[in-house]
């Protein structure tokens, strides 16, 4: 059997991680469970995945905060920002719309209208 490639064993650590320990992980921490040094890990995850392994947390972070915007109604950037791990709404909503496109609290209103509204097949 073939041996799986530290980036995406980096990858799959990140993904299956729960929404409070992904808002606090660091590169460290990730390096640390793999055995393996934090500047190696980041360098060898570049090299496979072309992109860094912040972004690629960032993005986890995103796609994590417009799961959590279109399960509930109401959600504010002042939540998401604390669940997801940042520091400052303002960044994340710079980071929300850099993904998305759109502003989060415009997103959680459309994604939120369209499910109740049943129209599933615009979305």
């Known amino acids: 059997m073939k041996k799986r490639k530290l980036s995406d064993r980096a990858a799959e650590f ?3 991680l729960k929404d409070d320990e992904l808002a606090a992980l660091r590169v460290n ?3 640390s ?19 860094t392994l912040n ?3 960032t993005g986890e972070k995103m796609h994590r905060s417009a ?3 279109s399960k509930k109604k109401k ?4 939540s998401l ?12 909503v710079v980071l929300f719309r850099k993904k998305f496109g759109i502003h989060p609290k415009r997103f959680g209103d459309l994604v939120n209208h369209k499910f109740q509204s049943g129209d599933f097949n615009s979305i």
């Not at 469970?33 to 992109?51: E, H, Q, T």
Request: no cysteine.
């Open 81 to 92: 920002t604390e669940k997801t791990g940042f520091s400052r709404a303002d960044y994340f």
């Open 33 to 51: 469970y793999l055995g393996v040094n934090s500047s190696y890990l980041s360098r060898k995850f570049n090299n496979d995945k072309k992109m």
């Open 55 to 57: 972004e690629f947390i």
């Open 29 to 31: 921490t990730i390096a």
């Open 67 to 69: 799961i959590l915007l």
């Open 75 to 78: 959600t504010s950037i002042a």
């Open 14 to 16: 990140i993904v299956l």
